[in-house]
């Protein structure tokens, strides 16, 4: 399974948009890009899932450079309940999923 | 929208007692996963299932660990004999490609 690394932490305000990046330089060609989001104490909820190019759904973009070696998601205008950890993962469909470290996000007013 | 259920919510245990935390996945999902999150950590994959068996497993899911999905609905995970560092959030999730739904978690202490 490729590794992932991403940011451990960001801050932001509230209003702003924000990009975190995560790098995944093991990709595999069947492999696709998911991220999902966790407040404490709560289950993983899932975000968004691309394989290449851009995908953009009701809540977040995700932006795939043609090498597939990193991809960033994109959050327009954050609010203080978008406060939480944001997981990126790297696989196939159907398989298990594996979860890094993530990045702590903070949303200030 | 459709959710995973998982019951009971907190459970506390003595050491060295079994525990079976019980999960009821999406009726029409194929994959099932256990996970567990200690406190402050990240989110470790246990197990997963599908077509009634186990498909992959982590180092973690030792012989204390089985899984059974024992009625085609609840899928339940049992920890035979429990130790102070089995505390955690326990997270059964499951998936219909893409996406995987999680429950809200157990909350298992061991004392």
């Known amino acids: 399974l490729a590794k992932t690394t991403q940011p451990i932490s960001m801050d932001s305000y509230e209003g702003q948009e924000v990009n975190i990046t995560c790098s995944h330089n093991?990709?595999?060609?069947?492999?696709?890009i998911t991220w999902y989001q966790q407040f404490p104490s709560q289950g993983p909820r899932f975000i968004i899932q691309?394989?290449?190019t851009k995908v953009t759904n009701e809540v977040a973009s995700l932006f795939i450079p043609a090498d597939r070696k990193s991809s960033t998601l994109s959050l327009p205008r954050v609010s203080l309940s978008d406060t939480a950890v944001y997981y990126c993962l790297v696989g196939n469909q159907g398989g298990k999923l594996i979860f890094g470290q993530g990045t702590e996000l903070s949303v200030k007013p | 929208e459709p959710e995973v259920t998982q019951t009971p919510s907190h459970q506390v245990t003595q050491m060295g007692q079994e525990v079976i935390l019980r999960c009821v996945p999406i009726s029409n999902h194929l994959y099932f996963y256990w996970y567990r999150q200690i406190l402050g950590q990240k989110v470790e994959f246990l197990v997963s299932?599908?077509?009634?068996?186990?498909?992959?497993k982590s180092e973690i899911f030792d012989d204390q660990f089985s899984v059974e999905r024992p009625d085609g609905s609840n899928f339940t995970l049992k920890i035979r004999s429990t130790k102070l560092e089995d505390s955690a959030m326990y997270f059964c999730a499951s998936r219909q490609v893409p996406e995987a739904f999680f429950g809200q978690g157990t909350r298992l202490t061991v004392v």
């Open positions: 093991n990709i595999a060609t069947n492999d696709y």
């Open positions: 299932f599908y077509n009634n068996e186990i498909s992959e």
């Open positions: 691309g394989y290449k």
